[in-house]
């Protein structure tokens, strides 16, 4: 069974930092971090591959930073100068296969 597991998040300030740490029990070569903000749909805030190029949501270009460590099957998620409208509960994303794993979310609040 292939499991995600997310942990890191928690209450900032406007302007603080946070990160974010995904285990998985298998390697996928594609990895991401989505986010639902209250109210609204999941959306893709990074992806990163196991060749480690990435993309990103234009709103969190330049704040956000997704890498990985393919020894440990880990990805991690450095979000700086966050803002109110980046609260959301943030998942992780695996792809195994033609199948989509989530793990269970964290939830992320920034205080204006």
């Known amino acids: 069974q292939v499991q995600l597991v997310e942990s890191g998040g928690g209450l900032v300030q406007a302007g603080g930092s946070l990160r974010l740490t995904c285990a998985a029990s298998r390697t996928m070569f594609i990895m991401g971090w989505y986010r639902q903000p209250p109210g609204k749909q999941r959306e893709l805030v990074a992806r990163?591959?196991?060749?480690?190029?990435?993309n990103y949501a234009d709103s969190v270009k330049g704040r956000f930073t997704i890498s990985r460590d393919n020894t440990k099957n880990m990805i991690y998620l450095q979000m700086n100068s966050l803002k109110p409208e980046d609260t959301a509960v943030y998942y992780c994303?695996?792809?195994?296969?033609?199948?989509?794993?989530w793990g269970q979310g964290t939830q992320v609040t920034v205080s204006s």
């Open positions: 990163i591959h196991y060749d480690t190029s990435t």
């Open positions: 994303n695996g792809r195994w296969g033609q199948d989509d794993i």
